[in-house]
């Protein structure tokens, strides 16, 4: 090849695609997925009002309503899945939510990161939280 531009090119795509059936780890400079911390705020007085509230922070992840973006999934947008138990999973961009009427027993409320098309893109947070 006398084009050097082409050649580079081509030797790249050629290790990539050794390093690839090699079994070898290659980074082609995706982006980290999101994280997400959250805490049950003031647990011990809300539990003995049976309820549950929730603060999360997100970083890597623009929070937006999935309606907006038609459900279609765009690297670093999403939402916030929240559930308790195995309860319905409640869709929202809130980075604070409350449970309200829990029954006595023990609780585990999941947030988890998704993308616009509702496809987890990180780890889930699970707390704990028993009502007395």
């Known amino acids: 090849m006398r084009n050097p531009v082409i050649r580079t090119v081509v030797t790249g795509l ?3 695609i050794i390093g690839i059936a090699s ?7 995706l982006a980290k997925p999101p994280t997400v911390s959250a805490n049950l705020v003031d647990p011990v007085a809300k ?17 937006v309503e999935a309606s907006a973006s038609m459900e279609k999934p765009k690297a670093g947008e999403g939402h916030l899945h929240y ?16 449970f ?20 987890p893109v990180g780890t889930p947070v699970v707390l704990s939280v028993s009502i007395p």
């Open 14 to 16: 050629v290790g990539l």
């Open 23 to 29: 079994g070898a780890a290659v980074s082609v400079g």
């Open 47 to 63: 539990a003995l009002k049976q309820t549950a509230s929730v603060k999360v922070t997100v970083e890597g992840l623009r929070l």
């Open 83 to 98: 559930q308790v138990d195995k309860g319905p999973v409640i869709a929202t961009t809130a980075p604070a939510l409350a």
């Open 100 to 119: 309200h009427e829990l029954t006595p027993g023990q609780h585990i409320i999941t947030v988890t990161p998704v993308g616009n098309d509702h496809q």
